[in-house]
């Protein structure tokens, strides 16, 4: 087994490890695709993980942009460096997405809180939508638009359920005008409080997701058979989860 080879399954095991959803549809997948579509996966995953850990925030500052600087050396034996790189020389992904991708995690680090869904797409757009962008250059289509609306879609849904997570590691998501328009404070938040506000919140942010996903799933009819039930299946997972 090659050192790429290697480096592969390990990506692929941290998928399936971290991300059933996601590891069960780049299952139908052919083989490369499959594995440079998990090497992104690990990249972003370990972003997230640096950008929500213990450390203190000067060292995950640290580590954010020694990421970023591997981006543009030789890998150094770390496996999931090793299949970035190799995936990197099969597939056209933009290094603006995987530098993106750093920049959400560094925005993590200095912003709690964001004051409009404007500022919050600009945040969806770099941790969730750039995913998007490096998986469609794999997947085979141009149509990059699509693609970061798919993942503003999927982070949208990921904000509606985590919010109590989100709110332990002292962060609120929910764009601040509008929980001040219908009436819910970070009262309510902290305490989990659903009450009549709560849940039209929530109907209003429901409401735009799905729309999001509607407009960013067009992008099936652009990719090709065995990609567009990739792309179906972890994204109707993502669906029924709206829809609980």
Not at 31 to 41: L, S
Not at 216 to 226: E, F, Q, T, Y
Request: proline share 3%; charged share 30%; with cysteine.
């Amino acid at each position: 087994m090659t050192t790429a080879e290697r480096a592969y399954a390990e990506v692929e095991r941290i998928t399936r490890r971290r991300a059933r959803n996601f590891a069960y549809g780049i299952m139908v997948l052919p083989r490369p695709k499959r594995r440079a579509i998990a090497a992104i996966y690990a990249f972003a995953r370990e972003v997230d993980d640096v950008a929500d850990g213990d450390l203190p925030a000067e060292e995950k500052r640290d580590r954010l942009e020694r990421l970023r600087s591997a981006l543009d050396t030789a890998p150094d034996g770390s496996a999931m460096m090793v299949a970035l790189a190799d995936a990197r020389t099969r597939y056209p992904i933009p290094d603006s997405a995987l530098h993106d991708l750093i920049d959400g995690g560094l925005q993590d680090l200095r912003q709690t809180r964001y004051a409009s869904f404007e500022e919050l797409h600009g945040y969806c757009r770099r941790v969730a939508g750039a995913v998007g962008v490096a998986c469609v250059a794999v997947y085979g289509s141009r149509d990059e638009r699509r693609a970061e609306t798919l993942g503003v879609a999927l982070q949208l849904i990921n904000i509606m359920r985590d919010v109590a997570e989100d709110w332990r590691l002292g962060r609120v998501y929910l764009p601040q005008d509008e929980l001040a328009s219908f009436g819910v404070t970070e009262d309510d938040v902290a305490a989990g409080r659903c009450t009549a506000s709560w849940r039209a919140l929530m109907v209003s942010q429901a409401g735009r997701a799905r729309a999001y996903l509607a407009d960013g799933l067009r992008l099936v009819a652009d990719l090709d058979r065995r990609s567009a039930l990739c792309v179906s299946t972890f994204a109707g997972l993502y669906q029924a989860t709206l829809e609980r």
